[in-house]
Nanobody, 113 residues
Framework: QVQLVESGGGSVQSGGSLRLSCAAS????????MTWYRQAPGKQREPVAG???????NYGDSVKGRFTISRDNAKNTVYLQMNSLKPEDTAVYYC???????WGQGTQVTVSS
């Protein structure tokens, strides 16, 4: 059983920045492909960014150029640096081990105009 714990959410004004963290339990983090998803009220959960065990990265179109995903295998942690935040980025952000049902509890990000 793997536990994922997100942190770093909060409330910011448009144009601000936040850095989310997702810490994983266990000893196999370096073998996981990790993803960040978000879910806004009334909308489906959508992928935001992903990073493979080999360091390959992809982003959703709406966040390209503004968000950066990274990982630190020594700390069992994946990060999401979010810059130039917009009100439409408001959502609960979740981390996930790709192709598994392991999800964190989510962290709320609220961006005000």
């Amino acid at each position: 059983q793997v536990q994922l714990v997100e942190s770093g959410g909060g409330s910011v004004q448009s144009g601000g920045s936040l850095r989310l963290s997702c810490a994983a339990s266990g000893s196999f983090f370096s073998t996981y492909d990790m993803t960040w998803y978000r879910q806004a009220p009334g909308k489906q959960r959508e992928p935001v960014a992903g990073i493979t065990r080999f360091g390959l990265i992809n982003y959703g179109d709406s966040v390209k150029g503004r968000f950066t995903i990274s990982r630190d295998n020594a700390k069992n942690t994946v990060y999401l640096q979010m810059n130039s935040l917009k009100p439409e980025d408001t959502a609960v952000y979740y981390c996930n081990i790709w192709h598994t049902n392991y999800w964190g509890q989510g962290t709320q990000v609220t961006v005000s105009s």
